[in-house]
């Protein structure tokens, strides 16, 4: 009997056990800061009111229409946990595509024994990676929760504030907790503002997360024989102190294309990671007044990580992510102190405009193609 498209579905869907993967990270996230539940309800509402505050400034720096009005999009206050299986879902929207491609290329089917194996495996693998990171983020825009199944996010998507994070570090720091919760919600802000003021940017990620994720997982057979040689690069270079250029995983990217897929999306994380940096970086003490303590004792922080959490922040890329913020920041000032904060925001008018990689790194380049 031939399978339908919705059997395809439901097959690839199997190939990760998003369940699983969500009870895993909340079972081993490390535990959060301790908070009486009265302490609890305070942060969650001054969070709120944090969020709410940063929005005009937003606008004021950015000169984005889009942040007048950011009501087709909602605030979230959550939990590690919540914020895990929030990914989850996420996940399962971009990767959605490119597994049912995978199983379709294969032509065949796996038995259903099979794919609840290999969706208890990944499942729990990919809720150990979220356990890790659920106890590091501060905050996230998420603009792909609406399409998710049975979800009922706001059609833009949503922002959400992971409390017992913000809280911790917050405490580390020995910094003002309303002061440092509003200089987060800045920038996290700003990507919800840059979503609103590209509503095509959501789908023109998409495509691109789908090309990648079809490269790699249509490379199926081959894709352990990579891990593997990966994990092996990761532990020399580890062992030679020398730090992966973009993450061990990514290094399992070959073809050509999928370094032309991967280019461009480190191109446009890092046009909207640098943005936000910009916009906080123009944040003074007028707005945030500890804010140079603040930035002081923020940036200060990566040289305590210990080896375990820094092998794995080289596995993952985070601290590729972290030159995204320099890189994406040089050339957004690079761009304003030529075209004027006006003539960067020609960005958000199309894909087009988006910068590449190489314009990202110099930004003479994507001013002579604006014409400015």
Not at 265 to 278: C, P
């Amino acid at each position: 009997m031939e399978s339908t498209a919705g059997d395809s579905s439901e097959q690839a869907q199997a190939l990760i056990n998003w369940e699983l993967a969500a009870s895993t990270a909340a079972r081993l996230a490390p535990a959060g800061p301790s908070l009486g539940s009265a302490e609890i309800g305070a942060a969650v509402e001054n969070l709120r009111l944090m969020a709410d505050i940063s929005v005009p400034h937003v606008h004021d720096i950015t000169g984005l229409e889009a942040a007048r009005d950011l009501r087709d999009s909602s605030v979230l206050v959550v939990d590690r946990a919540s914020w895990a299986k929030a990914n989850t879902q996420s996940f399962a929207v971009m990767l959605k595509p490119a597994m049912e491609k995978m199983l379709a290329g294969r032509r065949g089917s796996l038995s259903p024994g099979a794919a609840s194996v290999s969706g208890a495996i990944t499942g729990s693998q990919l809720g150990a990676v979220l356990a890790f990171l659920s106890s590091k983020v501060l905050g996230q825009y998420d603009p792909f929760s609406a399409l998710a199944e049975g979800s009922s996010a706001p059609a833009a998507g949503r922002l959400l504030l992971v409390a017992p994070n913000i809280v911790q570090v917050e405490r580390e720091l020995n910094v003002a907790p309303e002061d440092f919760r509003l200089w987060v919600c800045l920038h996290e802000q700003t990507h919800r503002v840059q979503f609103a003021a590209a509503p095509w940017l959501r789908h023109h990620m998409l495509s691109e997360i789908d090309t990648l994720s079809e490269h790699l997982l249509g490379n199926v057979d081959t894709l352990l024989e990579r891990a593997s040689a990966a994990a092996r690069s990761l532990k020399d270079r580890t062992a030679a102190g020398t730090a992966p250029g973009r993450g061990a995983i990514l290094d399992l990217l070959q073809d050509p294309e999928e370094k032309a897929s991967l280019s461009h999306l480190t191109a446009v994380m890092s046009l909207l990671e640098g943005h936000a940096n910009v916009v906080m970086d123009a944040v003074d003490s007028s707005i945030v007044p500890s804010v140079k303590t603040i930035r002081q004792r923020f940036n200060a922080r990566g040289k305590d990580r210990g080896v375990l959490e820094k092998f794995i922040r080289n596995l993952l890329g985070l601290d590729a992510k972290m030159r995204q913020y320099t890189d994406g920041a040089k050339f957004v000032r690079a761009v304003v102190d030529v075209a004027g904060m006006e003539g960067f925001n020609r960005v958000w008018e199309s894909a087009g405009n988006l910068p590449t990689e190489p314009e990202i790194h110099d930004a003479k380049l994507w001013l002579e193609r604006m014409g400015l």
